[in-house]
């Protein structure tokens, strides 16, 4: 079987205000800042407000991440995790169906 190899992929997204403020809320909560400072081994963190659709490999985006943000994959002072299917879920955003959000840390 053959991989298939994309050449072009817009993971361009916008998402509805209040959906945003609900999922922002949802990030930024004391709880799960707490528990993903702890998983990452840092004091705490601080959400950036970037999110990202993961995008398939291909010769631009060989990190699966769109290009500009690279530079956050690469540097040890930033976090990328994967948003909780939960919090997608309450707040009531589906697609994109999958997304990442970039923490600041602070040791």
Do not use: W
């Not at 949802?26 to 799960?32: Q, R, V």
């Not at 909780?84 to 009531?92: E, I, Q, T």
């Amino acid at each position: 079987m053959k991989i298939k190899v994309i050449e072009n992929f817009d993971g361009s997204f916008i998402l509805d205000p209040q959906a945003q403020s609900i999922l922002f809320g949802l990030l930024t909560g004391e709880k799960f800042l707490q528990q993903v400072a702890e998983q990452a081994n840092c004091q705490s963190l601080t959400f950036i407000e970037i999110l990202f659709q993961p995008v398939p490999y291909s010769p631009a985006t060989p990190k699966g991440m769109p290009a500009e943000i690279e530079q956050y994959h690469q540097s040890s002072e930033h976090l990328i995790i994967n948003v909780p299917p939960n919090f997608m879920f309450a707040a009531k955003i589906f697609q994109p169906s999958r997304l990442c959000a970039i923490y600041q840390k602070h040791t």
